[in-house]
């Protein structure tokens, strides 16, 4: 077996454990305040199959409407050791997509309420 396909058969388990870390805190965190997630599946179109894509929707309505939930989310995450890399790439993709070097406000604090700054 050759470097690369050991990386890809590693790099796919430890995602499909992440995820399922991810759907729990999702579930968890939906309980406890009260969100309704289908209408953030509605909103930003995802399915629930896409957790990585609803786990990001469910930041930015938050931060949009509910900025007040973000720290229990967070807290959510922290329990489960979930693994925050999926954040970094969240805040990487956003900065990418804004290459002319200049942020707007609310995408600055966006990624400045992101959990890795906890």
Do not use: W
Request: net charge negative.
């Amino acid at each position: 077996m050759d470097y690369e396909s050991i990386f890809f058969e590693y790099e796919e388990q430890y995602t499909i454990k992440n995820n399922i870390r991810l759907k729990k805190v999702i579930d968890n965190f939906v309980k406890k305040v009260d969100i309704d997630i289908e209408e953030v599946k509605t909103i930003y179109s995802v399915s629930e199959n896409e957790i990585l894509g609803l786990y990001c929707c469910l930041k930015d309505y938050l931060y949009y409407r509910y900025p007040s939930y973000l720290p229990c989310l967070y807290y959510f995450l922290k329990k489960s050791n979930f693994k925050i890399y999926y954040d970094y790439l969240d805040a990487i993709l956003l900065l990418g997509e804004n290459v002319n070097g200049y942020l707007e406000d609310d995408l600055k604090k966006f990624v400045l309420h992101s959990s890795f700054y906890r």
